[in-house]
């Protein structure tokens, strides 16, 4: 706990001593982000029907590399980026036609997109965004099971995309706070089940991130 | 870019929401299962009677299922109970008196039910329902409840023997599938009777007249225009597999009374604005259940904005006739002619008249009927829109003289052409007085001209030769000669299409047809050609009787538009977007 008011106390520190106004900054940059994420409760199908898989929500991790275009840039005002994140959930529960049961192991997510970001610049040092992502995750089950017993354990590597919004407060010229939320998912994965058999996962995930860029 | 990424996100996130929340239909065989339970609805049963078993699967103390489908049956002693029926193999059989442990077992699990058979006979067998009435065509389950010395009671339909007495009017079933399911076949009375052991019982089933099951309205996805009518056809289907139309008795009714409106005792609908309505027909069936039949009709081409008139200021000498046409302009930008759809009225009936089109057709006639020079305002409505309005001038000038055009015609046979005549008068003002004349032909064999309505000056050349045709208004009289020939038309080639085969939905466009021939002329034989389309409900005809080549698109899609012309066919598909 008191690590966490220790970050936030980071964070927030920067902006109490800042300048009202910064220069804005264009040119190379990286960035790092932390964040809670809700795996949604995903429809999953086999040959023999349907059935649901509901997650925890954890922890998620996200670091961008980018380039910040600068003022009246034909392309637009914006950024454009390279992101990488990693999120994990634990399976909960799982419900078939006979009810719910409990279901454990863990769902993660690597993923590697290029996010092409619209900002609004205004005079404050706020400014808001909007965010499209397209690019490819690695979805690992890893050690599924109902009730004790083995459901599947295995990838695959599939589209994926994000849209997301925000806002990003300059902190200085060069570094800048983002609170967002991004919407991530994916085609369906599919895994093989412990009995052989091929099942699709929907992946649909609900995210919140705080994270600071640093330009050069 | 960023006003589209907006509702791209909105969506997504209206798509997504909290998750799957359907209901499952898989089964969870990942669960081990522990223990299984047998159930059964009697534990003593007589002999010569059987019942069925059920397993109850325990899967690990979490949940249970039914699956019995999945058992294995044995009897402990086969000689007092046993499983002999091949088609349901969970029924045990009570064959002796006695005592029967039943096992059965899934995968590595089994349990255990003691089963008595008692030597209990039959004294009486009730069946149920009692008396039933079934409309002819449909079928009906019966149930033979049998009670045995010691007065205890046990179902025993599938141990009975069933039998109808009048198998015409009704088939009872007697095989391990369909013990006492009966099936009206016909209208009548039959007796259903179940025996065990040599004991009946029976009760009366009356079969009555087929019973109206469901309408079926036809077309059930019309697409139709704005401002225009279609018919709605309602077939009955009958418990007995009968249809039969059944338009006339049903009540008709419309969704939407916005978009289209039906009135409750017609099948004709009629459109008002662009949209969607589903159109009903309802009757209430002889077992008193209302049973209603649907139609979506989509409506197409625009909501009407405005009406202009041609001619919109006109004179006209007394007794003189001409066209009159109302053009629509529509919602989305769409223009067509809506002759046929508005109401006409004329100010001073004295002065002038408007005919009212036939149901169909874009055909109206103004004509002058003042004897002095007088004025009236002509209006076509529609709904609530702005009425177009037309200001007719009657004046009574004198002949002077007439003159006919073209001076003469050259035909091929089998073509038309046409002549008008212009009259001049006394105060130097000239008027086309075609539909006014009357028009004949010296030799009708060679040529015929129409003198009816839209018809007049219409030369047709008939066979090669030559032919006076004569036009009289006001007493003078007007000549011009028609020479008919034979050509051939080319065998490839010989009739092309022309027009915009693009329309946007509620506009008119005009195609026209021409016949080359082998002679190497070539002929406008747009008027001569039949026309025809075969998706209505994509684009049709404007009017096949008085506007040949013209057509309106409908809906999206394609349809093939069709030329035929002297024993050639010639088609351009027609695309609305």
């Known amino acids: 706990m008191k690590r966490t008011y220790r970050m936030i106390i980071a964070l927030c520190l920067p902006i109490l001593l800042c300048d009202p106004v910064m220069a804005q900054h264009s040119g190379p940059y990286v960035g790092g982000f932390l964040g809670g994420n809700m795996l ?32 009246n840039n034909p392309v637009g005002e914006g950024r454009i980026e390279l992101e990488y994140t990693r999120r994990s959930n634990q399976l909960d529960q799982v419900k078939f036609s006979d009810g719910n049961v409990k279901g ?48 599947s354990d295995g990838s695959a590597v599939v589209f994926a995309y994000q849209l997301g ?4 407060f300059a902190l200085t010229d060069y570094l800048s706070l983002d609170l967002g939320y991004r919407f991530f998912s994916s085609i369906p994965p599919k895994f093989t089940e412990a009995n052989g058999r091929k099942f699709d996962m929907d992946y649909y995930t609900h995210n919140i991130v705080l994270g600071m860029r640093f330009g050069f | 870019m960023t006003k589209l990424l907006w509702p791209v996100f909105f969506v997504v996130m209206l798509l997504s929401g909290c998750g799957w929340n359907g209901t499952p239909t898989r089964e969870n065989d990942f669960t081990p299962l522990t223990s299984i339970r047998i159930v059964a609805d009697y534990s003593t049963i007589a002999a010569h009677t059987s019942t069925k078993l059920k397993v109850i699967g325990n899967f690990s103390g979490l949940f249970t299922r039914d699956i019995t489908s999945q058992a294995v049956w044995s009897s402990g002693s086969p000689t007092v109970a046993g499983f002999v029926t091949a088609s349901s193999p969970s029924r045990v059989s009570g064959l002796i008196p006695g005592t029967a442990v039943l096992t059965a077992t899934v995968g590595s699990i089994s349990n255990t039910f003691t089963l008595t058979v008692s030597s209990a006979t039959i004294t009486s067998i009730t069946v149920t329902p009692a008396t039933p009435s079934v409309a002819n065509g449909l079928s009906i389950q019966f149930m ?23 198998a015409a009017v009704a088939s009872v079933g007697d095989t391990e599938s369909n013990r006492g399911f009966a099936q009206a076949l016909t209208v009548g009375e039959t007796t259903i009777s179940a025996t065990l052991d040599g004991v009946p019982g029976s009760t009366l089933l009356t079969v009555t007249e087929p019973v109206l099951q469901s309408i079926t309205v036809t077309p059930a996805n019309p697409s139709i225009l704005t401002l225009s009518t279609t018919t709605f056809t309602a077939t009955g289907n009958y418990s007995n597999g009968t249809t039969a139309d059944i338009t006339s008795l049903v009540t008709w009714a419309s969704s939407d009374s916005g978009v289209a409106t039906i009135t409750s005792t017609s099948n004709k609908a009629s459109t008002l604005t662009q949209g969607t309505t589903t159109i009903s027909a309802t009757l209430v069936n002889a077992s008193g259940k209302p049973v209603t039949g649907t139609a979506t009709l989509k409506v197409t081409g625009g909501n009407l904005t405005g009406i202009t008139i041609s001619p ?11 066209r009159i046409t109302a053009t629509g302009s529509f919602s989305n930008g769409a223009k067509r002619d809506i002759t046929g759809a508005v109401e006409w009225s004329v100010t001073n009936g004295t002065v002038a008249n408007v005919t009212v089109p036939v149901s169909g057709e874009n055909l109206a006639w103004l004509s002058a009927m003042a004897t002095s020079p007088a004025s009236t305002a002509i209006t076509a409505k529609s709904g609530s829109v702005t009425p177009g309005t037309a200001n007719l001038a009657v004046t009574t000038p004198v002949l002077q003289s007439i ?62 030769g030559s032919a006076t045709i004569s036009a009289v208004y006001g007493g003078l009289t007007v000549t011009a000669p028609v020479t008919v020939s034979t050509r051939t038309i080319k065998a490839t080639n010989g009739l092309t299409i022309s027009g915009t085969t693009t329309i946007v939905s509620g506009n008119q466009a005009t195609f026209t047809a021409m016949a080359s021939y082998t002679d190497g002329t070539t002929k406008d034989v747009t008027e001569d050609t039949t026309w025809s389309i075969d998706n209505k409900y994509v684009a049709i005809l404007a009017d096949s009787t008085n506007q040949p080549g013209q057509v309106v698109a409908v809906n999206t899609g394609t349809a093939i538009l069709t030329a035929k012309f002297g024993g050639v066919t010639q088609t351009v598909t027609v695309t609305v977007p």
């Not at chain 2, 025993?156 to 039998?163: L, M, Y």
């Not at chain 2, 040529?447 to 309505?453: F, M, P, Q």
Request: charged letters at 15%; one cysteine or more; aromatic letters at 8%.
């Open chain 1, 165 to 168: 919004t925000g806002v990003d």
């Open chain 1, 40 to 71: 949604m409760t995903a429809k999953s199908s086999d040959d023999l029907g349907s059935f649901s898989l509901k997650f925890n929500p954890a922890l998620l991790g996200s670091a961008v590399v980018g380039w910040d275009f600068e003022p």
């Open chain 2, 403 to 464: 003159t006919i055009s073209p001076t003469s015609l050259d035909l091929p046979a089998g073509t038309s052409n046409r002549f008008s005549v212009t009259a001049a008068f006394n105060d130097s003002t000239a008027q086309d007085v075609t539909v006014s004349a009357e028009w004949t032909s010296n030799a009708v064999a060679k040529a015929t001209v129409g003198n009816i309505g839209l018809a007049k000056g219409r030369v047709i050349g008939v066979v090669a």
């Open chain 2, 312 to 322: 919109a200021n006109s004179t006209l000498v007394k007794n003189n006739i001409v």
């Open chain 1, 104 to 151: 454990s192991g863990d769902v993660t997510a690597d993923s590697l997109l290029l996010n092409c970001i619209a900002v609004f610049h205004n005079n404050t040092r706020w400014s808001p965004y909007v965010e499209l992502g397209l690019g490819a995750a690695r979805i690992k089950a890893s050690d599924l099971q109902v009730t004790g017993q083995p459901l």
């Open chain 2, 144 to 166: 033979a409840m049998g009670t045995f010395s010691g007065n205890t009671k046990q179902d025993i339909t599938f141990d009975a023997t069933w039998r109808s007495s009048n």
